[in-house]
């Protein structure tokens, strides 16, 4: 079980870690889990150069080449969100624009999220929901959401939050299990 875990808050130890860290908790001993902390990486989103659709690959020379790989290694992705301004953070976004040319490369991958905020949150789901679809990836159910209340909050006045996440993760692995148990070698 390859499992990567894309953290998109630029805190690393804030509410959204704190919700894919209790994500991942779900997941076996022996799945192989990759950490990729946005945050920490230098990357642009999509430029107007267009080279992908003659090369078949993106052509930015940046931290999201080792992202790709990543990608196509992961059977499970879990992503991890704040809302900002009613959408996923942005090194969310810049992730979801630079895989544009991979259209159909995640396909089948089973795809989770966890999100957190204060309010209108909807926006950031749809976000994430459209992403996975686009990419033909399987949805992995309702994913999680951590209420915050106030601007720099966080989860002690959500009792759902954790438990959610938690929940999030054994969905996947469920998931997981439904897919790969009976695969044929």
């Not at 996923?88 to 995640?106: A, C, H, N, Q």
């Not at 959610?164 to 969905?171: I, L, P, Q, S, V």
Request: aromatic letters at 10%.
């Amino acid at each position: 079980m390859n499992v990567l875990a894309i953290y998109g808050s630029p805190r690393k130890d804030g509410n959204t870690a704190q919700m894919m860290d209790v994500a991942l908790t779900a997941f076996p001993e022996e799945a192989a889990i990759h950490k990729i902390f946005l945050g920490e990486l230098k990357f642009s989103g999509c430029g107007p150069c267009r080279e992908c659709k003659t090369k078949g690959y993106c052509v930015i020379e940046d931290d999201m080449q080792s992202v790709y790989k990543e990608l196509f290694w992961a059977e499970i992705i879990l992503f991890g969100s704040p809302s900002q301004f009613s959408d996923v953070s942005v090194d969310i976004k810049k992730l979801m624009e630079r895989t544009w040319w991979m259209k159909g490369g995640l396909h089948n991958k089973i795809g989770g999220y966890v999100v957190t905020g204060r309010r209108y949150i909807e926006s950031t789901l749809n976000t994430l929901h459209a992403f996975m679809l686009r990419h033909r990836m399987i949805l992995g159910g309702s994913g999680a959401i951590g209420f915050t209340f106030t601007e720099m909050g966080n989860l002690d006045y959500d009792p759902l939050a954790l438990r959610d996440a938690k929940g999030t993760g054994m969905r996947l692995v469920e998931l997981y299990d439904l897919i790969y148990k009976n695969k044929q070698p």
